[in-house]
DNA sequence: TATACGATCACCT
DNA sequence: GGTGATCGTATAC
């Protein structure tokens, strides 16, 4: 069952909590990518250094700022793109981050030589979904092309651990919030 | 208009 | 462990 706007209109870290384990869902044209998500981090309001609104309202991050449930997609180091869901009410900045995602090939397709891949870092799993800056701002809740399912019972939530978060050491005492959920 | 740098990855030593 | 690839964005002139 796809998640609704209600999953994603709650507090950030609820939202990062709960997303491990669920199912990435990727549409492109006939063909379909699924794959189940491992790996989270929260951004969160406008005081979070680690998170680009605490810049302020921007081009690139007006995507933050609006309704819960859409991709707030961006490029980094020019070559990679990172998948980000809105959360929280419309105007507060926030988002949870896809670190993570293994792919369970539901026809038993190999790939890379191994039936299970596992795309442990966003820039991979962007690549491997191909999405890239024409999915910002779509809304995952409606979208035909890009949105996450629930199946149940998969992981438990004793499974879920959390740790610091990764790759934002300009982020001063930020850097060291247990904002990181993975299984 | 120009410049510096990043929520990364791959490849080197 | 260290660094180059490579470009959109923010910030500074």
Known sequence: MRLSKKFYNRKTL???REL???YLVR??????IVGMITETEAYCG???LASHASKGLTPRTKTMFGPAGHAYVYMIYGMYHCLNIVTEKEGYPAAVLIRSVAINDRQGTVVDGKKNKLLNGPGKVCREFKIDKKLNAVDMCRSGELWIEEHGGEIKPNQ???GKR???DYAGKW???LWRFYI
């Open 175 to 177: 850097k060291n919030k």
């Open 20 to 22: 491990p384990g669920k």
């Open 166 to 168: 990764i790759g934002i």
């Open 14 to 16: 609820t939202v990062a």
């Open 27 to 32: 549409r492109i044209g006939r063909k379909t």
């Open 46 to 48: 406008f005081r979070d």
């Open 160 to 162: 879920i651990k959390k």
